[in-house]
């Protein structure tokens, strides 16, 4: 089985900054694009962000010039540095990983549990 495991979230001011990480650890083949969601309560879950295992990243408009992904190959993790936060990005955020575990299987999605993210004064 593949388990996501996010850190990083919590309360940050407005303006602020966080850094989630999610590490990604079991029986696997490969990873392919690795991403972020996020929920509000209230709302649909969204894309953040979603980087390949080339590195290249896209973004949803709403966090272009302020979020940036990145991710470590060798050590199966992926991270979302988050400036200038503001009360619109509350949310829970999930890390996400389309893993080869198997040839036979084929790529699947993973998700981590989530982790609150909380931009308040």
């Known amino acids: 089985q593949v388990q996501l495991v996010e850190s990083g979230g919590g309360l940050v001011q407005p303006g602020g900054s966080l850094r989630l990480s999610c590490a990604a650890s079991g029986s696997m083949i490969t990873i392919y694009d690795m991403g972020w969601y996020r929920q509000a309560p209230g709302k649909q879950r969204e894309l953040v962000a979603r980087?390949?295992?080339?590195?290249?990243?896209a973004y949803t408009d709403s966090v272009l010039g302020r979020f940036t992904i990145s991710r470590d190959n060798a050590k199966n993790t992926v991270t979302l540095q988050m400036n200038s936060l503001k009360p619109e990005d509350t949310a829970v955020y999930y890390c996400t990983a389309l893993v080869l575990r198997t040839f036979a299987e084929g790529p699947h999605d993973y998700w981590g549990q989530g982790i609150q993210v909380t931009v308040s004064s």
């Open positions: 980087i390949t295992s080339g590195s290249s990243a």
